[in-house]
């Protein structure tokens, strides 16, 4: 059982997934950024005017996170979990405040976000994310693997012949 549980194939397949999410997610913000910077407003962490600036970012780093989770660079597992974190305590402050909006986690049109309107639902699906960078941390941990660091890919490209 363990090396069906911890073989690559798994690692890979979890790895996309959660790429692929990141991926999706920065992309739909991104063609509706108005939409998400409005969501983040909403929330009432950031001043008016850096609304639109903090939703470019944060579509973009997602776009970008996702795609060097796919390459598996180095960092990019780590960028993850920091930005699930920061997606959860916002989620957790908004719960707290008793907030009754959507996250604004897959755009204005998510229809997930329409049927579970509200932010419990999104926590508990980021706390599922999180436990697969839990296990992806681990399987890299009990298989010795380390990702490969940017430069590395770059003298891939740049190097070869």
């Not at 997934?17 to 990141?22: D, M, P, V, Y």
């Not at 305590?89 to 719960?95: K, M, P, S, T």
């Not at 996250?103 to 999104?122: E, I, M, Q």
């Amino acid at each position: 059982m363990q090396n069906i549980l911890f073989s690559e194939i798994i690692y890979k397949i979890i790895r996309i997934i959660l790429a692929g999410i990141f991926i999706y997610s920065g992309w739909i913000k991104l063609n509706d950024l108005s939409s998400f910077a409005s969501v983040i407003h909403a929330f009432g962490l950031v001043p008016g005017q850096l609304r639109g600036i903090v939703a470019l970012f944060i579509s973009s780093a997602e776009i970008i996170i996702g795609i060097g989770l796919i390459f598996d660079i180095k960092g990019s597992l780590t960028a993850v979990f920091s930005m699930l974190t920061m997606f959860m305590l916002v989620l957790i402050y908004g719960i707290r405040m008793g907030f009754d909006i959507d996250c604004g986690c897959f755009g204005s049109d998510d229809p997930v976000g329409t049927a579970f309107h509200g932010l419990r639902s999104s926590l508990v699906r980021d706390v599922v994310f999180v436990l697969s960078v839990i296990y992806l941390y681990v399987w890299r941990k009990i298989n010795q693997f380390e990702p490969v660091s940017i430069f590395g890919y770059w003298k891939l490209f740049v190097f070869k012949r």
